[in-house]
């Protein structure tokens, strides 16, 4: 098996993230300036949004990013505490979270992925956890993985295989069992 083959690259400023849509655009976090660079397959630019601040559409330190497959597409705000999701065109549509450690709350949301049932995984970075939302952006059931020291972390139940730990899960009709992995 031998390495992908080059084929181009394009100048940007300190990017942080990067995701594909459906159609190959693709969208680049640029840290130092707080906006979101689209560009098509072959690395024009052909939108850019975003700028400081904590308005709908304004991004303080935007760390990670995804598109669904609607080709919205999904920022991890990492300073204001938050997750924005906008069209493909950068059209801002909604957003969730506050700063906190309860469910749906986050201490610096560090990135965000999306699986192909449209789940959304976000690494909250300062809450050392994992939080799974629903299509519809609810909480959904995940398993909290409690190292030896006493740390927890939220998992996401398809995903628990963490070494030396214990595991508090929750089985399809809600009821809580523990095993030692």
């Known amino acids: 098996m031998s390495a992908p083959a080059y084929l181009l690259s394009w100048s940007i400023g300190y990017p942080r993230a990067i995701c594909a849509d459906s159609l190959e655009d693709i969208y680049v976090v ?10 098509n397959s072959v690395g024009d630019q052909i939108l850019t949004w ?6 709908d559409g304004q991004f303080k330190d935007p760390y990670g990013i995804t598109a669904n497959s609607l080709d919205n597409i999904y920022v991890a705000d990492t300073t204001n505490d938050r997750i924005q999701k906008f069209d493909s065109n950068g059209n801002f549509l ?10 749906g709350q986050f201490d610096n949301p560090q990135d965000i992925s999306v699986s192909r049932s449209n789940n959304f995984y976000v690494a909250d970075y300062d809450n050392h956890r994992i939080q799974k939302f629903g299509d519809a952006l609810v909480g959904s059931k995940v398993a909290i993985v409690t190292d030896l020291s006493r740390k927890s972390y939220v998992m ?8 030396d730990k214990v595991a508090i899960m929750y089985d399809s009709s ?8």
């Open 30 to 39: 640029a840290y130092t300036n707080n906006r979101i660079y689209k560009y």
């Open 50 to 55: 975003g700028g400081y601040g904590t308005g």
């Open 94 to 103: 909604l957003k969730w979270g506050s700063y906190g450690s309860g469910a």
């Open 156 to 163: 996401p139940l398809t995903t628990v295989s963490v070494g």
């Open 174 to 181: 809600g009821k809580q069992f523990c095993k030692k992995l």
